[in-house]
């Protein structure tokens, strides 16, 4: 798997908390015939594993893409249908990379056109480029407008 660095300066976790939560949840509504005790550990096992999330530093994600994305630009170009699909795919990927960011505006003085022709733009001169790296590229670009 390939890590990438969401937003420009910016790391993060590699396991959502809400995953935790929902261990924790489903480990304190569990009946045991042992007067609770299951329970009451399961509690404090997830007070240590709440704490230990509210100290802990921030990590890179690790995760996996799929789809024409993780083609290179000139794969996304190749056909309409593709292009298609890319454009899609440009505006998907565009989106989680607002979520992850702490400015979820970043191309917001655009539309998705302006976007996916800016995308075009760097796959025209790097056709080896993956399209997520050249959409990670306009995306960096337009989150620090004045570097």
């Not at 802990?56 to 993780?70: F, I, Q, S």
Request: charged share 20%; net charge positive.
């Amino acid at each position: 798997m390939r890590k990438f660095d969401l937003a420009p300066g910016r790391v993060h976790p590699t396991e959502p908390p809400a995953r935790a939560g929902e261990i924790c949840l489903g480990a304190s509504l569990r009946r045991t015939s042992q007067k609770g005790f299951r329970t009451g550990l399961a509690g404090a096992l997830c007070l240590a594993a709440a704490a230990g999330f509210i100290g802990t530093p921030a990590k890179a994600y690790d995760y996996m893409a799929l789809g024409v994305g993780t083609m290179p630009c000139k794969y996304w170009l190749s056909t309409t249908r593709l292009e298609g699909e890319g454009n899609s795919w440009i505006l998907g990927w565009w989106t989680g990379l607002n979520s992850r960011n702490d400015n979820h505006w970043v191309g917001s003085r655009t539309d998705g056109n302006g976007i996916i022709l800016a995308v075009k733009g760097v796959c025209q001169h790097q056709p080896d480029m993956l399209l997520m790296n050249a959409i990670d590229s306009v995306f960096k670009k337009m989150a620090s407008p004045n570097k």
